[in-house]
């Protein structure tokens, strides 16, 4: 990952976390479930639970020594590197479950959303004795006593109770990914009247036949003129920001379960199936049913 790409991921965090959407949900989340929530930039590789309302007492005693902070920290990187495309769920030496929901604007991953510090299964003596060879294996320093009591408070859940968290965390990161999109646009447009109005014309027109002369004339300029303001305004050109406009717009449709494709795609403004499956592959990296079968597969289990 690039250093511009990192940066970039930190600002938009910054701003994420700051919004009013992210701060309700995050403390409805954290309320409902009782489990740690987390929003972090690309290749953070920090441990993202560290000092949360919510943190496993368990997990917040590991983090104080080396070793076993290390092996967190590995884990961190593990589930990130395997999240990069769906929501990935990876177990630590102690058996605790962790799991990273990517974020991402089209084609691109601009941050994860990360819950865990849970078990599947009820903790058992032995289980806590395999641990603990690990950690005088590794020569940690830990109140075994301690351990062992934080270790049994562990929260546990089942695999379809976990499951429907995580699908929560998935829809909701299409909502910060949508959020994601406008920022980075209003960003790149700057403070232009003109594009700011045009941006809120594609945005209230977009399900109709929309063309580059229209929204021109809608804000009084030359077609040509326009073409070359907007690509430099926002470094896209006004086709393909149009289209990931709408294919932002068929993702949230999608978040129905009963909203079927093709609806979703001509409800967007896309004028035919065809071009509607080239264009979401091309900015979402899936075609709109494996997308849409991945969005709702905690659903169906």
């Not at 806590?128 to 929260?155: H, M, S």
Request: charged share 25%; hydrophobic share 40%; net charge positive.
């Amino acid at each position: 990952m690039d250093t511009a790409a990192r940066k970039h991921s930190h600002a938009l965090v910054t701003q994420l976390r700051d919004s009013q959407i992210y701060r309700d949900y995050e403390q409805a989340f954290r309320d409902t479930t009782g489990l740690p929530l987390n929003l972090r930039p690309i290749e953070a590789f920090d441990l993202p639970h560290r000092h949360d309302p919510n943190e496993n007492p368990f997990c917040a005693l590991m983090a104080t020594t080396n070793q076993s902070c290390a092996a967190c920290l590995q884990l961190q990187r593990k589930v990130e590197e395997q999240a990069r495309l769906e929501p990935k769920t990876l177990k630590c030496f102690a058996g605790l479950c962790d799991s990273a929901v990517p974020i991402r604007v089209g084609e691109n991953l601009v941050a994860f959303l990360q819950t865990g510090q849970i078990l599947l299964h009820r903790p058992t003596k032995q289980q806590f004795k395999r641990t603990t060879r690990q950690l005088l294996k590794w020569g940690t320093a830990v109140d075994l006593k301690r351990l062992e009591e934080a270790f049994f408070q562990t929260r546990v859940l089942t695999k379809h109770q976990y499951e429907s968290i995580l699908r929560l965390l998935t829809i909701f990161a299409q909502h910060l990914a949508t959020l994601s999109h406008q920022l980075t646009v209003k960003e790149q447009a700057g403070e232009s009247p003109a594009i700011a109005r045009a941006r809120i014309y594609i945005a209230k027109h977009q399900g109709d036949e929309l063309s580059l002369n229209e929204v021109a004339k809608a804000v009084n300029m030359s077609a040509f003129y326009f073409c070359k303001t907007f690509k430099k305004a926002t470094g896209m050109t006004f086709t393909d920001y149009l289209a990931r406009v709408r294919v932002e717009k068929v993702r949230n449709l999608l978040l129905n379960p009963h909203k079927r494709v093709s609806e979703a795609a001509y409800e967007a403004g896309f004028q035919s199936l065809s071009q509607f499956n080239r264009v979401f592959r091309r900015i979402a990296g899936e075609s709109p049913s494996t997308y849409r079968d991945r969005l709702h597969a905690g659903a169906k289990a």
